[in-house]
């Protein structure tokens, strides 16, 4: 059941708004609660569980600015727009397909003025956006290297799950670029990785602060770390309870849905 994977004046890149109409081939799917809307492919890439489990875990400040890099559908933008306290959201992915269609659903939302989405290769991120310009980075990389597993024949899965347009070490490195002293990134990766995400985030100067496993019911093996670190931070990390998904009968876990009326706002 588990599926994986203010105006900013930070930006060098122009981020223009396309209101155009959902077309073929599209779906305008609702997030928990109805109130925003996201426009995906029926059948390309399509976001999951683990959107809401990262969103979630993100816990950003009234006047800080968040990069979203690897957006995708700009789901996780969206939800930290409409449910957290964060002052800007910048949404930036590498596949312009995806990049057009984000757009149009913040503008679905009317989160225009939330919310920028952009065009760029994280592993060119000093051509974007300006040194030590975010509070905050979220990512949910890739998660199988190149040559692992078989290659989706569909160009935006691929890219979403494999490396192809950009490893872990690509991402962290992006984020030093672009965090402030002691900036935060957060983060989901699949918990058998979890020793390389550890190892990576370090060689990167970003310590891991807070841990949380993922477990799809409470007889699996983990699934995702959900992990936040700190740029130049000290040693230490909290590690939280386990978050379980499902329960033995295979609905929703009170904590998921607890989670779900979290990003509708009614909580």
């Known amino acids: 059941m588990l599926a994986v994977h203010g105006e900013s004046d930070t930006l060098k890149t122009e ?77 930036l992915d590498v596949q312009e397909e995806m990049v057009e269609m984000a757009r149009r659903s913040v503008v679905l939302n009317g989160l225009e003025n939330k919310v920028a989405v952009c065009h760029g290769d994280i592993r060119s991120i000093e051509t974007l956006f300006d040194r030590q310009s975010f509070d905050i980075t979220v990512i949910n990389p890739p998660y199988r290297k190149l040559k692992t ?42 918990a058998s990785r979890m020793v390389e995400m550890i190892f990576r985030m370090r060689a990167a100067s970003i310590e891991p602060k807070r841990m949380q496993p993922v477990y799809s019911h409470d007889r699996s093996r983990g699934e995702f770390i959900l992990m936040e670190g700190i740029k130049g931070g000290r040693e230490e990390m909290d590690v939280l309870p386990p978050l379980f998904i499902y329960t033995g009968n295979g609905t929703y876990s009170e904590a998921m849905n607890r989670l779900f009326r979290g990003i509708s706002g009614s909580l």
Do not use: W
């Not at 490396?163 to 690509?170: A, M, N, V, Y």
């Open 149 to 190: 597993g078989r290659m989706n024949p569909d160009y935006q899965k691929s890219v979403a799950k494999h490396e192809i347009k950009g490893t872990l070490s690509d991402f962290l490195k992006a984020s030093v670029y672009v965090l402030k002293t002691s900036g935060r990134v957060y983060m989901i990766y699949p």
């Open 15 to 91: 981020c223009r708004d396309d209101s155009s109409p959902i077309r073929e081939g599209e779906t305008i799917d609702a997030l928990p609660g109805g109130r925003f809307k996201i426009i995906q492919k029926a059948k390309g890439y399509r976001f999951s569980v683990d959107a809401y489990l990262l969103a979630h875990f993100v816990n950003p400040k009234q006047h800080e600015c968040v990069l979203d890099m690897g957006t995708g559908s700009g789901v996780i933008s969206i939800i930290l727009a409409t449910s957290r306290p964060c002052a800007k959201v910048v949404a």
